[in-house]
Structure formats: structure tokens, C-alpha cells
Nanobody
Framework: QVQLVESGGDSVQAGGSLRLSCAVSKSTYVINTMAWFRQAPGKEREGVACINAAGRTLYAESVKGRFTISEDNTKNTLYLQMNSLEPEDTAMYYC???????????????????WGQGTQVTISS
């Protein structure tokens, strides 16, 4: 069983920063690719960033240069450092994991089997 618990969501002003965390409990499962997705009100869920076991990262164009995905395997935690936040970044952010190694990374939600409950990020102008 794989459990993902996100934290770090908050309300901040535009231009600010936040760091999201995702605590991973995975028993004997091996997770090879992890990602962050987000869903704004009235919009479809979209991929934000992913990282695989080889350290390969992939970002959505809208967050390139502002967001950084990383992981600490000693703590079984995935992070998303978000800088220069914009009102358009307002959304529920979800952590996702998959046992497959997506070599080039993937931001397709259908490719992820495990999901957290989300953490809310609100950016005011």
C-alpha cells in the first residue's frame, strides 16, 4: 500500500514563495516516478512537475524557472519549491506516485496509480 500526504499549502501574496511537501509511506513498494499536479476551480487537473528515480525532472511550461521539484529519499519526502508565485498558481496541489520508471518523465495523470488528498495554495494579487 502507498500513502501520500501533502502539506505546506497556504495563502500568500503574488511574488511570494511556498514549499510543498509530500510524505510517502510505501511499505515494500518501490516508487520510481513522482509528480505534482494541480487543479484550479473549474479547470482540469494538470501536471506541474515530475521526477524519476534517475533524477530526471520534467516541468510544465507555465512553471519552468519558478518551481523546483526534489526528493529526499532518506525522509521519503517529495518537495515542490514554488517561487515568484502568481494568482494563476492558485489551485489544489496533489502529490502522485507510480511504480514505473518513466524515463523521460510524464505529466499525464493517467500514468500515476497513487494520489494524495491535496493541499490548497491560494495566491492573492
Amino acid at each position: 500500500q502507498v500513502q501520500l500526504v501533502e502539506s505546506g499549502g497556504d495563502s500568500v501574496q503574488a511574488g511570494g514563495s511556498l514549499r510543498l511537501s509530500c510524505a510517502v509511506s510505501k511499505s515494500t513498494y518501490v516508487i520510481n516516478t513522482m509528480a505534482w499536479f494541480r487543479q484550479a476551480p473549474g479547470k482540469e487537473r494538470e501536471g506541474v512537475a515530475c521526477i524519476n528515480a534517475a533524477g530526471r525532472t520534467l516541468y510544465a511550461e507555465s512553471v519552468k524557472g519558478r518551481f523546483t521539484i526534489s526528493e529526499d529519499n532518506t525522509k521519503n519526502t517529495l518537495y515542490l519549491q514554488m517561487n515568484s508565485l502568481e494568482p494563476e498558481d492558485t489551485a489544489m496541489y496533489y502529490c502522485a506516485a507510480d511504480r514505473r520508471l518513466w524515463a523521460g518523465g510524464t505529466l499525464r495523470q493517467v500514468n500515476y496509480d497513487y494520489w494524495g488528498q491535496g493541499t490548497q495554495v491560494t495566491i492573492s494579487s
